[in-house]
């Protein structure tokens, strides 16, 4: 039996290995990214890189995943001169697996239901660039049903755990965003914590040991000797931007998110780091 062919657009830090993991499961990877620069080295990795993105579109046998930056990349990359649908490809899905905020993945979802002959899910992805690369991506599902269910072996192949938040294709969106918004506040309160035990001269190590066993226990506390680490310029500007339209959220639909607001602006404080300029 021949193995699936599945389009990949978008080879960078979470892309890429995500991309080598879907060919270790024994998947063909017809792969497209604006960076020629990667392009050897996914050769060398076995993905079958093309030119153009109706390569992408034309080869792959059902499903085209986007991992690239924003919206308006998606929106390139599907209806831009050039773009996927110069395939004029039929019954095949798109896959999104950028972080949008979950208006504009339905803005999305709907552009493409209404403008094209390609399905749309989402699959945002949570877990960072090591996640990625050991294959164990926590990944938030929506859209239809029966199509999310039928994509189950490539998600398999990139991540340790799938779920699935019904046919609005946003909704994994909103689900990755809360993820994200207590994870901040989360941060801020250990940070805060650890900030008194250093006015008692409480040892930060034995203090962190008592939490993993009691009732102040959380991933931020188990693996604090890789957050206190997170610098301004990568993981917490990421961070920050999704707190930020976690906000931006609440205030369009009226939901008074107010922990996540002071975990927002004290979050660079409580993590001892300068704030980036602006």
Same mark, same amino acid.
């Given at each position: 039996?021949?193995?699936? %062919?599945?389009?990949?657009?978008?080879?960078?830090?979470?892309?890429?290995?995500?991309?080598?993991?879907?060919?270790?499961?024994?998947?063909?990877?017809?792969?497209?990214?604006? &960076?020629?620069?990667?392009?050897?080295?996914? *050769?060398?990795?076995?993905?079958?890189?093309?030119?153009?993105? %109706?390569?992408?579109?034309?080869?792959?046998?059902?499903?085209?995943?986007?991992?690239?930056?924003?919206?308006?990349?998606?929106?390139?990359?599907?209806?831009?001169?050039?773009?996927?649908? !110069?395939?004029?490809?039929?019954?095949?899905?798109?896959?999104?697996? $950028? #972080?949008?905020?979950?208006?504009?993945?339905?803005?999305? !979802?709907?552009?493409? *239901?209404?403008?094209?002959?390609?399905?749309?899910?989402?699959?945002?992805?949570?877990?960072?660039?090591?996640?990625?690369?050991?294959?164990?991506?926590?990944?938030?599902?929506?859209?239809?049903? #029966?199509?999310? %269910?039928?994509?189950?072996?490539? &998600?398999?192949?990139?991540?340790?755990?799938? &779920?699935?938040?019904? !046919?609005?294709?946003?909704?994994? =969106?909103?689900?990755?965003?809360?993820?994200?918004?207590?994870?901040?506040?989360?941060?801020?309160?250990?940070?805060?914590?650890?900030?008194?035990? %250093?006015?008692?001269?409480?040892? =930060?190590? *034995?203090?962190?040991?008592?939490?993993?066993?009691?009732?102040?226990?959380?991933?931020?506390?188990?693996?604090? $000797?890789? +957050?206190?680490?997170?610098?301004?310029?990568?993981?917490?500007?990421?961070?920050?931007?999704?707190?930020?339209?976690?906000?931006? =959220?609440?205030?369009?639909?009226? +939901? $008074?998110?107010?922990?996540?607001?002071? $975990?927002?602006?004290?979050?660079?404080?409580?993590?001892?780091? *300068?704030?980036?300029?602006?």
């Amino acid at each position: 039996m021949m193995s699936k %062919k599945i389009g990949f657009v978008g080879l960078g830090t979470m892309g890429f290995p995500m991309a080598v993991n879907l060919m270790k499961a024994g998947f063909e990877v017809i792969g497209y990214d604006a &960076f020629r620069g990667v392009y050897e080295k996914a *050769e060398a990795e076995g993905i079958t890189m093309v030119d153009t993105l %109706k390569e992408v579109a034309g080869q792959a046998d059902e499903a085209i995943i986007s991992m690239v930056r924003d919206y308006a990349q998606n929106v390139d990359i599907i209806f831009g001169e050039g773009g996927l649908l !110069s395939a004029q490809p039929i019954d095949k899905t798109i896959i999104v697996m $950028s #972080t949008l905020d979950p208006d504009a993945m339905n803005q999305l !979802s709907k552009k493409v *239901e209404e403008e094209s002959d390609l399905r749309l899910i989402d699959a945002a992805v949570s877990g960072g660039a090591s996640g990625a690369e050991a294959g164990t991506l926590s990944i938030m599902t929506s859209g239809a049903e #029966t199509i999310v %269910k039928s994509f189950q072996p490539y &998600f398999d192949a990139i991540g340790s755990h799938t &779920f699935y938040y019904g !046919s609005e294709a946003g909704n994994s =969106q909103a689900a990755k965003l809360i993820n994200n918004l207590i994870l901040g506040i989360n941060m801020n309160a250990v940070a805060e914590g650890l900030t008194l035990a %250093k006015h008692y001269n409480v040892s =930060q190590e *034995e203090l962190l040991n008592l939490l993993q066993v009691s009732t102040g226990d959380s991933w931020v506390v188990r693996n604090w $000797s890789d +957050v206190s680490q997170w610098t301004a310029d990568t993981a917490l500007a990421v961070l920050l931007k999704d707190l930020i339209a976690a906000y931006n =959220q609440g205030v369009k639909h009226n +939901v $008074s998110l107010p922990f996540n607001a002071l $975990s927002s602006t004290q979050l660079f404080d409580a993590m001892g780091k *300068e704030k980036p300029q602006a």
